[in-house]
Nanobody, 114 residues
């Protein structure tokens, strides 16, 4: 059974930083590209960062230079380091494969507000 468990979200002030973690289990995730997605209120879920099994990364323009995705294959864990957070980064953040599986975790809430 696939499980994706995200953590690390919080309420932070603009300009702050957070590190999100995602532990994946239930299949061999090491062979899949992994991504961090987010869904803001009233908006569709979007892919913001992804990393393949070789460590190559890509980012949506709005987070380039501020977010860094990484993975620890041995731990089946994916991370998202976020710096200089802005109110428009407020969303529920999820991890999944890229493209995504049918299953999703519960996500972790990131709120950027003063």
């Amino acid at each position: 059974q696939v499980q994706l468990v995200e953590s690390g979200g919080a309420l932070v002030q603009p300009g702050g930083s957070l590190r999100l973690s995602c532990v994946a289990s239930g299949r061999d995730f090491s062979i899949f590209p992994m991504g961090w997605y987010r869904q803001a209120p009233g908006k569709q879920r979007e892919l913001v960062a992804d990393i393949n099994k070789s460590g190559q990364t890509s980012y949506v323009d709005s987070v380039k230079g501020r977010f860094t995705i990484s993975r620890d294959i041995a731990k089946n864990t994916v991370y998202l380091q976020m710096h200089n957070l802005q109110p428009e980064d407020t969303a529920v953040y999820y991890c999944n494969t890229k493209p995504s599986l049918r299953e999703w975790g519960q996500g972790t809430q990131v709120t950027v507000s003063s």
